[in-house]
């Protein structure tokens, strides 16, 4: 059975930084591409950053490029997603998963950002 758990979220000024932190059970990091998702109020689930199942090759939606990073410790089988220059529209809450999904998802990790 797959689970994750996220975790670092916070509240943070527009221009601050948070790292948040993925543990998952039940799925191998090292063989699978993972992802960060978030999900606004009122707004669709939007898939933030994927990465490689080596961690080499990632990607980002456009609105996060040059400010997110996302990486991962295969050994630890946990990811993180060090998010910089946070802006208002970044808030959401944060969830971690693989690519495609899995069914199973965590509680997430609540990201609020003050103007």
């Known amino acids: 059975q797959v689970q994750f758990v996220e975790s670092g979220g916070g509240l943070v000024q527009t221009g601050g930084s948070l790292k948040l932190s993925c543990a998952a059970s039940g799925i191998t990091f090292s063989l699978n ?36 990073t996302i990486s991962k410790d295969n050994a630890k089988n946990t990811m993180y997603l060090q998010m910089n220059s946070l802006k208002p529209e970044d808030a959401a809450v944060y969830y971690c998963n693989g690519v495609p999904t899995r069914s199973a998802w965590g509680q997430g990790t609540q990201v609020t950002v003050s103007s």
């Open 33 to 68: 591409t993972m992802a960060w998702y978030r999900r606004a109020p009122g707004k669709e689930r939007e898939m933030v950053a994927t990465i490689g199942p080596s961690g080499g090759i990632t990607s980002y939606t456009t609105s996060v490029k040059g400010r997110f």
